[in-house]
């Protein structure tokens, strides 16, 4: 039982982790495309 809650949780947080990754890494050219269109 311990372990598939930590399981879960570390799945979140790798989920959270590469969310955070994309948004920061191609925030910057879909706002530029956006404002140029």
């Given at each position: 039982?311990?372990?598939t809650k930590i399981n879960k949780s570390?799945?979140?947080?790798?989920?959270?982790?590469?969310?955070?990754?994309?948004?920061?890494k191609y925030r910057?050219?879909?706002?530029?495309?956006?404002?140029?269109?």
């Amino acid at each position: 039982m311990q372990f598939t809650k930590i399981n879960k949780s570390r799945h979140a947080a790798y989920a959270l982790h590469v969310h955070l990754v994309f948004i920061t890494k191609y925030r910057k050219p879909i706002l530029g495309d956006l404002h140029h269109a």
